[in-house]
């Protein structure tokens, strides 16, 4: 998990909570708002979770939000270790620093966005073509979409 910012047309900083599976390179969540709690972030957590997406690991860095109380009762709470970055290191979490240049380069310099609203359906938008129409070279090939089904019909008692 990370965060971007932005600026809406009228100056009006905003930003966004990002969220990507180093595994599968599938990014579960893009969440936007003026201002994102430790609280808020527990919440789009939890609304992962209760659509089956729990992670063992969540990888951040040192920002108030990821060190705050509410992040630290939930990852406890759901059996979720948070593995903090050290301070200005942020090669420590690269998977999500890669998916934050696209999502900079791609969606937010492209677009001038006049409402919060918009910038959300955007991000949508981004997100769902990052999972289901973009390929990635790391996943032979193939959208993180195509690759977690691959992955899970793997499994065992999945056949």
Do not use: Y
């Not at 599968?24 to 609304?47: C, Y």
């Amino acid at each position: 998990m990370d965060f971007v910012s932005d600026r809406l047309a009228d100056g009006r900083r905003f930003r966004v909570l990002t969220l990507v599976d180093n595994f599968s390179r599938v990014s579960p969540a893009l969440e936007a708002g003026f201002s994102i709690s430790g609280k808020q972030v527990a919440a789009v957590l939890d609304r992962l979770a209760s659509n089956g997406t729990k992670p063992q690991t969540i990888h951040v860095d040192n920002g108030p939000e990821f060190v705050s109380r509410a992040l630290d009762e939930w990852a406890h709470k759901n059996g979720v270790k948070l593995d903090f970055s050290r301070p200005g290191r942020p090669t420590d979490n690269p998977f999500i620093e890669a998916f934050n240049g696209r999502l900079r380069t791609e969606c937010l310099d492209q677009s001038w966005f006049t409402s919060l609203e918009e910038a959300k359906k955007k991000l949508e938008a981004f997100r769902n073509e990052h999972n289901e129409d973009r390929p990635h070279t790391a996943l032979t090939m193939k959208t993180p979409t195509e690759f977690i089904k691959e992955w899970l019909a793997k499994l065992p008692g999945r056949q």
